[in-house]
Each structure stands twice: as C-alpha cells, then as structure tokens.
C-alpha cells in the first residue's frame, strides 16, 4: 500500500471514530478544503470544520460506525476513494429532536486529493436527506 493510502486509510479511520481535527490534523493540511453536495453540510468549508462535525456526530449517534466497503487509489491523480456505509442509532443527547431510537445505514464517498503527501481537499458524497428521515430528523 503507498504512503497516501496509509495516511488516507489512517485519516478516514480517525474521523469516522470522532477523533476530531485532533486525531485527523496530522493527515491533512492545515487548511484543507471540504465540499458536499449536502444540505447538512452545508456551511463546513474545510476537513478541520467536517472532522469536528462528525466527531459531534457521535454524540447522539453514540454507537456510529462505519462498514467499510471499497477502498481504492488513483495514483496519477494522487486521490483516494473510500466507500463506506455509516450506522447508528439515535439513542443520545443531541440532534435536533429527542432521541428517536431510529437507526440510519447511510452509503457515503470520501474523495481524498493529496498533495505533498497530506490531504488538501476531500469531498463527501452522501445523500443527507435519506439519512436524516430514517433518523427521525426530517
């Protein structure tokens, strides 16, 4: 495995178990952009923003976890792609209702681009609005 799928495998572990911009900065530059199609994230503009987000995440999703189902590198265009299907149960303080109980199984995309061996965009492909309604948040 080359160097940025190690550090891209290492960063989307870490932010996927809520370690924050303090388990992911080191993976990243320090102003690495974010960008998603997704109306929960909106206003998120750079991963250090995101990897707050989903460590807030597990907050009221406190079992969050992820599948991990496809993990590929494009090394002539020095990107990594990690499909992944996130689980949870709304069980937690937070959110913006009570807890509902209701799981979520939400399919999402981290479109990593490196340069200098360090994350300098990521894009997330995921479809909020499915995972907000089996949550009971919409």
């Known amino acids: 495995m080359s160097d940025i799928s190690e550090k891209a495998k290492s960063f989307f572990e870490a932010c996927e178990t809520g370690r924050g911009w303090e388990g992911c900065n080191k993976y990243c530059h320090p ?3 974010f ?3 997704a ?3 909106a206003d998120i503009c750079s991963v250090q923003d995101y990897t707050e987000w989903m460590k807030g995440l597990l907050t009221p999703v406190p079992d ?6 496809f993990f590929a590198e494009d090394e002539g265009r020095d990107s990594v792609a990690a499909y992944a299907l996130f689980h949870g149960i709304h069980t937690g303080p937070g959110g913006p209702v009570e807890p509902t109980g209701k799981t979520v199984a939400a399919d999402y995309v981290y479109a990593m681009q490196f340069e200098a061996g360090r994350i300098r965009h990521m894009t997330k492909i995921w479809n909020d609005t499915v995972s907000l309604q089996q949550l009971g948040w919409a």
């Open 31 to 33: 102003d690495a952009t």
């Open 35 to 37: 960008s998603a199609q």
């Open 39 to 41: 109306g929960a994230l």
């Open 64 to 69: 969050g976890r992820y599948e991990l189902k």
